[in-house]
C-alpha cells in the first residue's frame, strides 16, 4: 500500500536522514521514534506530501503520491502537534469542520457521540478556547473516530492526555489496525501500540560507539 525508497531530507546544510526505505501493509503500524531534531515531524510531512524529499520517493498503492494528490490525500488523515484546533468552535464545530474540509459530512449526533468516546462529555459545546491541553487534544483525535481515511498519521497523540485518554487512544488504534487500517506515529510515551504488526523505525545516529554514525536506522 505505502513505499518509501530511499527516502531523504536535508535542513539547510545538514542531513537529517538519507537511505530510508520500507513497505507497510493494510493492518499494520510503523512506530517513527529517535531524539528530538532527528527528523521525525520532516519524515512524516514528506509522507503527507507537504514536504519535498531531497532524494526518493513515496507510492502509494504503486504511484507517486506527489502525482496522486487529492487521490492520496482522501486516503490520508493527519494529525499534527497542533491538531487544527480553532479555539473560537465549540469542539462539535471543530469535528463537523474538520469532517467537511476531509470531504466528509458530519451531523451532530454524530459528533456529539464520537466527543463523549474521547471522554468530553459536558463539554461539547464549549469554545475550545475554553479546554485545557488535554481535552483540545481529545477533540482533535476524535477526527480519528469518525474518518474513513485509511492511512493515519499521527505526531505525538499522546501528548498531554492523561492515564484514561491514552488508553481509550490505544484502543481506538488497535480497532483500525484490525479493521486493515495503516498507522504511521511518533511517540516518546512507553504505551503498547496494538496487538497487530508493528514496525519500528529510528532517526538519527546509531548510539554505538564502535559503529559508524549512519542516519536513519530501520530496526524492522
Same mark, same amino acid.
Given at each position: 500500500?505505502?513505499?518509501?525508497?530511499?527516502?531523504?531530507?536535508?535542513?539547510?546544510?545538514?542531513?537529517?536522514?538519507?537511505?530510508?526505505?520500507?513497505?507497510?501493509?493494510?493492518?499494520?503500524?510503523?512506530?517513527?521514534?529517535?531524539d528530538?531534531?532527528a527528523?521525525?515531524?520532516?519524515?512524516?510531512?514528506?509522507?503527507?506530501?507537504?514536504?519535498?524529499?531531497?532524494?526518493?520517493n513515496?507510492?502509494?498503492?504503486?504511484?507517486?503520491? *506527489?502525482?496522486?494528490?487529492?487521490? *492520496?490525500?482522501? !486516503?490520508?488523515?493527519y494529525?499534527?502537534?497542533?491538531?487544527?484546533?480553532?479555539?473560537?468552535?465549540?469542539?462539535?464545530?471543530?469535528?463537523?469542520?474538520?469532517s467537511?474540509?476531509?470531504?466528509?459530512?458530519?451531523?451532530? +449526533?454524530?459528533?456529539?457521540?464520537?466527543?463523549?468516546?474521547?471522554?468530553l462529555?459536558?463539554?461539547?459545546?464549549?469554545p475550545?478556547?475554553?479546554?485545557? &491541553?488535554?481535552?483540545?487534544?481529545?477533540?482533535a483525535?476524535?477526527?480519528?473516530?469518525? +474518518?474513513?481515511?485509511?492511512?493515519?498519521?499521527?505526531?505525538?497523540?499522546?501528548?498531554?492526555?492523561?492515564? !484514561?485518554?491514552?488508553?481509550?487512544?490505544?484502543e481506538?488504534?488497535?480497532e483500525?489496525?484490525?479493521?486493515?487500517?495503516?498507522?504511521?506515529l511518533?511517540?516518546? &510515551?512507553?504505551?503498547t501500540?496494538?496487538?497487530?504488526?508493528?514496525?519500528?523505525l529510528?532517526?538519527?545516529?546509531?548510539?554505538?560507539?564502535? +559503529? +559508524?554514525?549512519?542516519?536513519?536506522?530501520?530496526?524492522?
Open positions: 500500500m505505502l513505499k518509501i525508497d530511499n527516502l531523504a531530507a536535508d535542513r539547510g546544510d545538514r542531513n537529517l536522514f538519507s537511505g530510508i526505505s520500507l513497505e507497510l501493509n493494510e493492518g499494520e503500524l510503523l512506530h517513527l521514534h529517535g528530538n531534531g527528523g521525525k515531524t520532516t519524515m512524516l510531512r514528506m509522507l503527507c506530501g507537504l514536504f519535498q524529499p531531497t532524494e526518493g513515496v507510492l502509494w498503492k504503486g504511484n507517486d503520491i *506527489y502525482e496522486l494528490r487529492e487521490e *492520496y490525500t482522501a !486516503d490520508l488523515l494529525i499534527g502537534h497542533k491538531g487544527g484546533i480553532k479555539e473560537d468552535f465549540t469542539a462539535v464545530e471543530n469535528l463537523q469542520i474538520t467537511a474540509l476531509n470531504g466528509d459530512a458530519l451531523d451532530e +449526533s454524530q459528533a456529539w457521540s464520537a466527543l463523549e468516546r474521547m471522554g462529555r459536558g463539554f461539547e459545546d464549549l475550545t478556547k475554553m479546554l485545557s &491541553q488535554g481535552q483540545k487534544r481529545r477533540v483525535l476524535a477526527q480519528l473516530l469518525v +474518518s474513513r481515511s485509511k492511512l493515519w498519521i499521527l505526531d505525538e497523540p499522546f501528548v498531554a492526555l492523561d492515564i !484514561d485518554a491514552v488508553a481509550d487512544l490505544q481506538i488504534i488497535r483500525h489496525i484490525a479493521h486493515n487500517g495503516m498507522v504511521i511518533t511517540t516518546h &510515551q512507553e504505551v501500540l496494538t496487538r497487530g504488526e508493528v514496525k519500528k529510528r532517526l538519527g545516529k546509531k548510539r554505538n560507539p564502535d +559503529s +559508524s554514525a549512519n542516519e536513519g536506522a530501520n530496526d524492522v
